[in-house]
């Protein structure tokens, strides 16, 4: 069981926009801004397109973005592309003794 | 250009031992904070473990603490994970990662190696 709670799957048609909700507690996600979202292709290392809540690295599209509500944090892809499609992983710094969290992961699939 | 190239993976028997070890290039290794993290076939990410810059402070799954050592060489440019009694539930592939930022150490893993295939069986 993940110490993250993502919804097991997401799916929305090209040109549509999609978020995907990552739930944990005060000691995690609601406790600090160091939220990041990996998008990961089969047999590929996860690839970083969100951190600190809603920084993108330098070369991740414009159409991701993130935010944070209390101990819910977001993603949001808009614009939605074939290339998109893929498994994504909310993290996030954990003040227990697990130091990094991650999701479950969701399964993106653009009709 | 940032490159993490992993190697040491394989086959081995439950309670043995193995290596792995992680290249790194394209930045100043002695700066940045290294983390190991694994994904189990089919399965999400799991956090293994992580070294600040110095080996100063070292921390570990709960699932792999007293088995797992985390190590590395700033000479050398590698960070290395030692694994001893290894169990089939370790069978993963191991991703050695840096974080974006010097000095950091939050999860916000922005380069990855290509990944080792650990696979634990009799």
């Known amino acids: 069981q993940s110490a993250l709670t993502q919804p097991a799957s997401v799916s929305g048609s090209p040109g549509q926009s999609i978020t995907i909700s990552c739930t944990g507690t005060?000691?995690?996600?609601?406790?600090?801004?160091?939220v990041s979202w990996f998008q990961q292709h089969p047999g590929k290392a996860p690839k970083l397109m969100i951190y600190d809540v809603t920084t993108r690295p330098s070369g991740v599209s414009d159409r991701f973005s993130g935010s944070k509500s209390g101990n819910t944090a977001s993603l949001t892809i808009s614009g939605l592309q074939a290339e998109d499609e893929g498994d994504y992983y909310c993290?996030?710094?954990?003040?227990?003794?697990?130091?990094?969290?991650f999701g479950g992961g969701t399964k993106l699939t653009v009709l | 250009e940032v490159q993490l190239v992993e190697s040491g993976g394989g086959l081995v028997k439950p309670g043995g031992s193995l290596r792995l070890s992680c290249a790194a290039s394209g930045f100043t290794f002695s700066v940045y904070s290294m983390s190991w993290v694994r994904q189990a076939p089919g399965k999400g990410l799991e956090w293994v473990s992580s070294?600040?810059?110095?080996?100063?402070?070292?921390y570990y799954a709960d699932s792999v603490r007293g088995r797992f050592t985390i190590s590395r060489d700033n000479a050398e440019k590698s960070l290395y994970l030692h694994m001893n009694s290894l169990r089939a539930e370790d069978t993963a592939v191991y991703f050695c990662a840096r974080d974006t930022r010097d000095y950091q150490l939050e999860g916000a893993f922005e380069f990855w190696g290509q990944g080792a295939l650990v696979t634990v069986s009799s």
């Open positions: 005060s000691s995690d996600v609601g406790g600090y801004n160091y």
């Open positions: 070294i600040t810059p110095s080996s100063t402070y070292i």
């Open positions: 993290g996030s710094y954990s003040s227990t003794t697990t130091l990094v969290v």
